[in-house]
């Protein structure tokens, strides 16, 4: 009997997840590690037809990296703020950081260049950059639909409010959790940019969802698990969920069985710290749809 195993750190992987037979995707992409099937595809095409975002060289995008303060200001000063562009400074950075101070943007956040730049921070820029540039800002009339509403400092509340109620920003699980302290990458920025974009425009920004179930295709339940590892791992309303507490190892992983389907197509939600493996005996196509911290946006 064939089989699958997917193997991960803490993910859920939702009822749309099915064994394809045969499967087409477009060709025609910018980067060659950003297929027209990923999930952030269109909206990284966007970012990079616009001068926004740029790859790393060799005709790479790398979009999983992980977004720094600096490589987020710089999308936000080249699309908003080039005007107040000066001479290049040591690092290649430098002059986008001066507009942005210039621009008064980095009020209210904890951004630094080189490390990493969080969620709150995140929406502290984009909610700096909607009041300079006159935006109507509408906050949550109900702050409820924040599952971790009551953890976020009083000093991004507003900007969280704004961010998460306009579209720019959305909860990293079906719970609405807003995770401020999470990290993303930069795939997740180009979607988050390109919601920002939409909103000062005056539309109203969508989030990219999961393919529709093609015909023919096999919807996973728990009647398709082989096995199943990890000490909260389990099949519950439609959802598989791997988790293992303790990372020395493999972590959660499960086993599907194979029924002649070759292709794996599935949403991953509560993507924090989400290490995947696929392990198989043949060459097979994925095309993942991710909502999450890791993941989505």
């Known amino acids: 009997m064939k089989t699958r195993r997917l193997a991960a750190g803490a993910l859920s992987i939702a009822l749309a997840v099915t064994m394809l037979s045969t499967t087409a995707f477009a060709a025609s992409v910018k980067f060659t590690d950003v297929p ?32 720094t303060g600096a490589e987020f200001v710089t999308m936000i000063v080249r699309h908003f703020y080039e005007d107040k562009l000066g001479t290049e400074g040591e690092k290649w950075y430098s002059e986008f950081m001066d507009a942005a101070k210039s621009a008064n943007i980095l009020t209210g956040t904890n951004v630094t260049a080189e490390g990493t730049i969080n969620r709150y921070d995140m929406a502290q820029l984009m909610y700096n950059v909607l009041k300079a540039e006159g935006i109507n800002t509408t906050p949550l009339s109900d702050t409820s639909k924040v599952a971790d509403w009551a953890s976020v400092p009083s000093t991004y509340q507003d900007a969280v409010s704004v961010c998460y109620n306009m579209g720019m920003l959305s909860g990293v699980d ?38 529709e179930k093609p015909s023919g295709s096999l919807t996973l339940t728990n009647d398709n698990i082989l096995y199943i590892k990890g ?20 972590g959660g992983y499960i086993t599907f069985n194979n029924p002649g389907y070759s292709t794996l197509t599935f949403t ?27 993941c989505g946006a």
């Open 268 to 294: 991953v939600f509560e993507g924090t710290g989400v290490y995947i493996q696929f392990i198989t005996q043949w060459v097979f196509n994925l095309n993942a749809h991710c909502v999450g911290s890791r």
């Open 174 to 211: 079906n719970k609405g959790t807003f995770n401020g302290t999470g990290n993303m990458d930069r795939a997740q920025a180009a979607v988050v940019m390109s919601r920002l974009l939409e909103v000062c425009s005056g539309g109203t920004p969508s989030t990219p969802s999961a393919p």
């Open 36 to 67: 027209s099937s990923h999930w952030a595809s269109s909206s990284i095409s966007e970012m990079a037809d616009k001068g926004i975002m740029s790859g790393i060289g060799n005709n790479l995008f790398a979009p999983s990296n992980t977004l």
């Open 231 to 250: 000490d909260a791992s389990k099949y519950e309303d439609g959802v598989f969920h791997l988790y293992n507490s303790g990372f020395e190892g493999t």
